[in-house]
């Protein structure tokens, strides 16, 4: 491990965002010190889903062959009633996502796409990494920053780069916005190993399973060998929280009437993982001086157009990019990072809010959209989705 220095970036968070940033800024030669709360360096949570433009940044980022070794690339995205059904929309993903993007969708385990980036990280040689430590407060004069981390101990460097997420305390020295938007939508998630799923579900596929106020997804990781499943509903029982156990008894009666086939798995996991989902209203004010936001810190979003980490990384490799075209003014860099990253991240916190209305629609409104997603082709729900997708649309 590289020991501390005055001159390096300091990183608050050592998340996918965090380390992303700190990997960036090493391959144009800038040093970074990254300050991780928890007592190891690691990721917690399942899997998650990764659109043709991570694989952009996976490529700006020197991780794509290391990546791909560990990620699942499925056959098909499948969207089905979880009332009565019916097939609503299959886009087989494997065979038109790299002839129209150029490159894949997968699935891979968080876990191990954080340690691809930790690993790249300790490789550079330019990258402090401490844990037990989080980012409490921190004084900036505009030139430099001193920060004050939980175990007593005070750094400076010429910049400070919040990547602190949902509960960023750097945002709060930003924005001032208080805490975040609880969404009324409870998540829980399992990981099932293959030999445990029910056959019907066993689909190399990543499956969306809507019903009224709730929806279930699963599809495989690890090679297939465990399936990543994810149930959510609405409920206002709950404030505010974060990977704590869930109650199997509630997730069973807030999916009542689904098929056999949800069920089913449902009923598989006795041992469950539940977090409140929340966001922000999107804001344009992340940068103060040498002090940014990253990730979930600067735009945190709902799941449902499942972009949050890619949405870090393509903010740390945009950042990078500002910080070496600044000639090293720090100030310059993060404003014109946070002006060219800001209408993108906005509607992909919009979007995802109107997605999850239309995944947990109720009565008509669950028609219409049946409706209307079997009456789409595969081509035009790729033109729907190129926005996100395309590389030429991925501010530079």
């Known amino acids: ?46 899997g998650i889903q990764l659109g043709p433009n991570a694989f952009y940044t996976f490529d700006e980022l020197g991780i794509s062959d290391e990546v791909n070794k560990l990620a699942v ?12 059904g019916e097939e609503i929309l299959r886009l087989p993903v494997s065979e038109l996502y790299p002839e129209r993007f150029g490159k894949p969708y997968g699935l891979i385990h968080r876990a191990d796409l954080h340690a691809v980036l930790l690993q790249a990280c300790r490789d550079t040689g330019k990258v402090t990494l401490s844990a037990s430590s989080k980012v409490e407060s921190h004084v900036s004069d505009g030139k430099r920053v001193t920060v004050t981390t939980s175990d007593g101990q ?41 030999d445990q799923v029910p056959e019907a579900n ?18 495989p990781l690890r090679g297939s060998d465990v399936f990543n499943l994810v149930a959510v509903f609405h409920s206002d029982k709950y404030d505010e929280g974060w990977d704590t156990y869930g109650d199997p008894e509630e997730l069973r009666a807030r999916f009542q009437g689904a098929r056999p086939e949800v069920m089913g798995m449902l009923e598989k996991i006795e041992s469950w993982r539940m977090w409140v989902l929340c966001d922000r209203d999107p804001v344009g004010n992340w940068t103060k001086d040498n002090v940014t936001l990253l990730g979930d810190a600067a735009h945190p979003m709902l799941q449902y157009l499942a972009q949050g980490a890619c ?41 995802a809010r109107l997605y999850g209305q239309a995944y947990h629609a109720t009565k008509a409104t669950r028609d219409l959209r049946n409706a209307f997603l079997k009456e789409r082709t595969p081509d035009q729900i790729m033109e729907g989705m190129a926005w996100m997708y395309e590389k030429d649309q991925i501010p530079a």
């Not at 970036?9 to 996918?16: P, T």
């Not at 690339?73 to 009565?84: G, K, L, Q």
Request: hydrophobic fraction near 45%; charge should be positive.
């Open 154 to 194: 005070t750094h400076t460097g010429p910049a400070l780069i919040g990547a602190d997420g949902l509960w960023s305390t750097v945002r709060q020295s930003i924005v001032n916005d208080g805490k975040p938007r609880v969404s009324g939508h409870i998540a829980y998630r399992a990981v099932l190993p293959i």
């Open 202 to 219: 066993r689909k190399h596929a990543m499956v969306i399973w809507m019903g009224p106020r709730f929806h279930l997804v699963h599809y």
């Open 73 to 84: 690339f499925p056959d098909d995205i499948i969207a089905m009633d979880a009332i009565s």
């Open 1 to 46: 491990m590289k020991q501390a220095s005055n001159d390096q970036i300091l990183i608050a968070g050592g998340g996918i965002g965090g380390l992303a940033a700190a990997l960036a800024l090493a391959r144009i030669g800038k040093e970074s010190h990254v300050f991780e709360q928890a007592d190891e360096i690691k990721e917690i949570g399942a």
């Open 311 to 351: 949405m870090a990384m393509e903010d740390a490799v945009c950042l990078a990019k500002h910080v070496q075209a600044s000639g090293g003014d720090f100030s310059k860099a993060f404003d014109s990072y946070a002006k060219a990253r800001y209408l993108r991240t906005a509607r992909i916190q919009q979007t």
